[in-house]
């Protein structure tokens, strides 16, 4: 007998049809922001869809209402035990995890990081179709690599772009975020901005120096607006340090004193956000908020900028910039080029809507817009960025390989 | 379909017919089919676009991992296109773990072609006619049947499960460490609770209250949650012996629940019977006492009642207490002519005294207050890992061994047992000299493989013919390295402790790849990583070892 031919009794099918998505995201806060339009794309195919996170960011990922379940990663709870040289609890814990998500059934895997933890636990499970880094689009990948590698500047491509280009026919999808679960902070005042001095990395925390200029002036000439710092705990030394040199009623130090729902809510009341390339700046641009965005040091705009309109973005225009988070610097010029100047005449044009044609030597202040193949940025005042045609030349390689994959 | 498959099996399978004929029990598993695809407990059974190209890839899967195969045993029913497969290829065997659900099964999908071409069918393991047989464990019996898989690979239960509770605090807390790295060698399965996590509250429970009561009130309520957790662990894990040592909190609560539950109790008291004495609270409860004292302290345990007690003395863990190639600057650091590692308890701070003309070094904590030896203290007395005082004795001329006494000024005369430090520096293949104890003398032979005094005149003789002759007394401290390595170690007292109960303990030959392996052969992750990272193919379990590496990697550098 052909067992192509094996005979089957009838019954009722009971199987869910709808498919299931396992997407690991193991990086920070505004990683996972910034994978929010590639899941609203696989949310609009009917996913149902599992997130797999770094259990530092549980309450983040739980307000976002297209994820169907999220699955921490309880890293804590490993290095404690390979602290301890526990290997034992520590591979059946594992163990057990890895099993879990077997038992899951996924239909499709989309590993978002490039990281060796992604790729085991990615080969462990054996799902029928893996997409993402390692996995989909190799040849556009590559040619994404061979960028970063030779020349960084030259990269054209934003992150929330590339998460998307790892699915067929994705449509480009604004950051957005349920903004109705906030937790209100009583009190504020009806005017104010937010400046967020801190970052991941020490490199790219604001100059205080610049930062406690910028505030003076901008009191002074926005006399009915308030200041807010937010960061957060480990940062609070970063808002003493700016309220030892101001005394002033109308700065609101928030450094670590806010919750995840309460930052939403101070973001959404604000005028303006000023701040690096920090998940902050992501969580406004999901929240649709004016941003200025100080990009310097190792944190490039093209790669990582905020994914709105709604921004300006400033760069210096140095030979050495971008570098790398593990570059050591013992000038840090970048950073005092975009000093209190460049800032004020950013926070004009965002909250007055101010045209004036200013320019800033080694600045470049871009703004971003969409085209159909996400977000690209120009710039706003004049044409100094000399990388800029060759930047375009390759978005528009990349993106032919892409169609041809 | 259900007639047809019953016909032929009772043909060719009749024992397997005769059980299935019968009325099973019905179990929780879930058979579906939907005209094409088999779903068992929602788990797809076979691809439903080429299953036979799915089998083959496993089956090749298989090949690749085994190798020399020569009869097979299919652990369970669910894909028949792996079985068929594979009983067109090798002498085959099928293992069913459910009865019911192969029933089930059965309505569904015609198996007659492959009840003609299986050697056997059977369920239970007793009934495979081979003698030795890979098994090949289809996908969804992977995942539902684990406890019968993990039953199945175990031969015949030849092992004991055993739960060990770690004291709080205390030089039994490695020890109760090197009991579990050793029972981790044996056919045992072992689950550890780590009670020292509890040391911590404990301080703060005693430093917080200002009235006594409070205290005490709230340390008993807190000893009553730790045996809440002992009994939680007792139910969950199932152990058939309960193993404590001196400090683990092990409450009469505890003890007797394991009592109802025909669970054996052993206590190893690693203490001064006479310093610590909440032994009598408990001693009689536990069905096997290990002590390090033995003669008057046995007629004690036989007056409450204790019945099987038996004396075993500490010992060394060599992959722990070794001797080491140290580099210069850990030779300089840590070495001088006279060490001592220890706490600064009355009768050395005495004794010492008389030593303070040596280049001699005193490492360990509770030195406080000291004037007399202040300069010779090491670090300000701080607590000195294993790692650290490993590399001491190394580094040292000559290791010096004084058992601890609060009132004497000196020597304990009438000391009885032997430290767990005579065993661990006699590990090291140093040369020590220790103070004379009465049962000394069946674990070393005096002055052939350890050096003793009983007062400072005789100690001096000895350090200082060592100094003038240090050859002579290397050959010493080897005779001693012998023989701790042959009689001394922790494995040797877990031996000793299982005969006692009357259970063989045998070493598993752990087969390169699995868990296990892992865990008995190397000693840290980058080296589990290492070896991992050399090999052409890994499997699943190797690969779980790789990303505990990337973790360590990424987030403790």
Known sequence: ???????????????NLQPSALVIQLARFGDILQTIPLLTNLKNRNFKISLLIDEKNFTLCNDLEIIDRVIPLKIGKFLTFLKNKDYKSCY????????????????????????????????????????????????????????IGSNRKLNPFNLVDVFNYFIKDFKVIKLHINDKSFLKVDELPEKYIIIHPGAGHLLRVLNSEILTNFIN??????????????????????????????????????????NYLQLKYLLKKCKLLISTDTGIMHLAASLNCNILALFYASAFPFETGPYTEKALVVTPNLECYPCTEFRHCNTLHCKELINEKVILNCCKVLLNNDKENKRFKNVIIYKPYFDEHGIYLKEKFGQFDKFYNDRLKNRIKGLQILKNV | MYEHNLKILKKYHPDLYNILIKDNEKSNINVVFNGNLLKINNLTCFSKYNPEKEAEKLIHKFEEEKSNIKDVVVFGFSNPFVIKKISEKYDTVIYIPDIYA?????????????????????????DIPFKEYEIFTLPVEKKIYENKLEEFYTDDKNYLKVLLVNPIYGGSLPIANYIAKNLNKFNIKLKVINSEIFHECLNYIKNIFSIKKFEINTTNSFLNFISDLILNEIEEFKPDVLFGVAQSPISVKVLNYCQSKGILKIFWFMEDYKLFTYWKEFAPFYDFYFTIQKDEFFNELKKIGVKNYYYLPVAAEPSVHKPLELTEEEKKYYGSTISFVGAGYYNRRMFFRNLIDYDFKIWGSDWEGEVILKDLIQENGRRITPEEYVKIFNASLINLNLHSSTYLPGVDLNGDFVNPRTFEIAATNSIQIVDRRKYLPELFKENEEILVFSDINELKNIINDIIKNPSKYREVAERGYKRVINEHTYEHRIIEIFNKIGFQLEKPSFLDGTPDFYFFKFNSIEEIADYINKKEKINDDEKIFLLMNELKKMYLK
Do not use: A, C, W
């Not at chain 1, 007998?1 to 099918?13: D, Q, T």
């Not at chain 1, 000439?221 to 101001?246: A, C, P, V, W």
């Not at chain 2, 192969?102 to 007793?126: A, Q, R």
């Open chain 1, 1 to 15: 007998m052909g067992y192509k031919n094996l005979i089957f009794s009838e019954k009722p099918s009971t199987f």
């Open chain 1, 92 to 147: 059946f814990e594992l163990y057990e995890f890895i099993k879990y998500l077997k038992n899951e059934n996924f239909d499709f895997l989309i590993n978002l990081n490039h990281s060796k933890i992604n790729f085991i636990i990615s080969e462990l499970l054996d799902i029928p179709e893996k997409l993402g880094f390692k996995f989909s689009n190799k040849k556009f990948i590559n040619y994404l690599y061979s960028i």
């Open chain 1, 217 to 258: 002036i901008f009191l002074e000439q926005y006399k009915d607006f308030f200041i807010i710092l937010t960061g957060s705990e480990n940062e609070k030394n970063i808002g003493d340090g700016i309220l030892k040199r101001i005394n002033s009623d109308k700065i609101l130090n928030f450094i670590g004193k806010t």
């Open chain 2, 102 to 126: 192969f029933e089930e099964v059965l309505k569904f999908i015609d198996f007659s072609e492959i009840f003609k071409n299986v050697k056997k069918i059977v369920n239970n393991k007793k």
